[in-house]
């Protein structure tokens, strides 16, 4: 049971590109989400969502797109990158919305140049 | 908004002591609590989640207890051991908002 999985764990990428993190989880669980970590700021959320099909913003979702069209994956797509996104993301899960406990991936540590 | 503080940001203690780590938050209208660890260069694991029905829960040598009314919660681990050495978040879930609200953390470290 590998749990929640993201790939790549390291990316460097000029100002202007775009790339896209995956993250996959194989507990069947409903909710996923995507949170950044920063120094000093804590984790804050990106877009969550609640299912396959739905997506939502989170508390910083600017230069993101997110889609959910299978129960298992919820990738992270950085449309045009910029300094200010280098930092370590973090996708997440649990069995449902207000289920509660929190499944993390190991990170993704994105810098941009 | 919700304000998640964890103080001190960083502790050492020696091998075998009981210690107590703090979280306080600013709006008591919290779904859950949950406690986590990181380990450096690491994902996020879950310790103990705390529903804001209950009082306090136990997991081996873990304890996390909440107190809404004072918006506070202490994480207690006895016995502490080197492989204790992480960081501890705490973080918060309030009604009708899809977030947790994490705290920065509290390093602690275990001298053998």
């Known amino acids: 049971n590998a749990g929640v999985t993201q790939t790549p764990k390291f990316q460097v990428l000029k100002t202007g590109q775009s790339m896209t993190l995956q993250c996959a989880q194989d507990?069947?669980?409903?909710?996923m989400s995507w949170y950044r970590q920063d120094p000093g700021m804590g984790l804050r959320l990106i877009h969550y969502?609640?299912?396959?099909?739905?997506?939502d913003q989170g508390e910083v979702p600017n230069g993101y797109n997110v889609s959910r069209s299978t129960t298992e994956d919820f990738p992270l797509r950085l449309l045009s990158a910029a300094p200010s996104q280098t930092s370590v993301y973090f996708c997440?899960?649990?069995?449902?919305?207000?289920?509660?406990?929190?499944?993390f991936g190991e990170g993704s540590r994105l810098t941009v140049l | 908004k919700q304000e998640v503080t964890q103080i001190p940001a960083a502790l050492s203690v020696p091998e075998g002591e009981n210690l107590v780590l703090n979280c306080s938050f600013t709006?008591?209208?919290?779904?859950?609590l949950q406690w986590f660890r990181q380990d450096p260069g690491k994902g996020l694991t879950s310790l103990l989640l705390?529903?804001?029905?209950?009082r306090e829960q136990t997991s081996g040598r873990l304890n996390a207890s909440l107190d809404k009314s004072s918006g506070r919660s202490t994480l207690y681990i006895a016995a502490s051991q080197p492989g204790d050495s992480a960081t501890y978040l705490c973080?918060?879930?309030?009604?009708?908002?899809?977030?947790?609200?994490f705290g920065t953390g509290t390093r602690l470290t275990i001298i053998p």
């Open positions: 973080a918060v879930k309030n009604f009708g908002n899809e977030k947790l609200t």
């Open positions: 507990m069947n669980h409903e909710y």
């Open positions: 705390i529903q804001s029905s209950q």
């Open positions: 709006d008591s209208a919290i779904y859950n």
């Open positions: 969502s609640v299912g396959a099909g739905i997506t």
């Open positions: 997440a899960s649990t069995p449902g919305q207000h289920t509660g406990e929190l499944f």
